[in-house]
């Protein structure tokens, strides 16, 4: 049974990289992204998407950093062995001198 998983699983692999790789094909004409002052960059179509969507995992990762930073202090936190309390010397009984 794992091994039909994991050859379903290279199936998929093979079958979105051959897919992303007709997309590179089919899309090599000049494209022309266009920044302030004039000024433009251009290069083939392919490589913009591709640009665009390694800025947005950078956008994205940069993000998150610091909720990962937050929940691995509070994990590190968590596994410090707390301090056992001091032992405390029984309570006296308190007498009560009635009227």
Do not use: D, Y
Not at 1 to 20: C, D, E, G, H, S
């Amino acid at each position: 049974m794992k091994r039909l998983l994991r050859l379903l699983q290279w199936v998929l692999k093979a079958i979105i990289f051959f897919t992303l790789f007709a997309f590179a094909l089919n899309n090599q004409q000049e494209t022309r992204v266009h920044f302030f002052f004039g000024t433009f960059w251009q290069a083939p179509t392919i490589l913009v998407v591709l640009t665009a969507f390694a800025l947005g995992v950078a956008v994205g990762v940069l993000g998150m950093v610091p909720r990962w930073w937050r929940q691995r202090q509070a994990a590190l936190q968590a596994q410090e062995p707390v301090a056992a309390p001091a032992p405390t010397s029984p309570a006296e009984p308190e007498t009560h001198v009635g009227a």
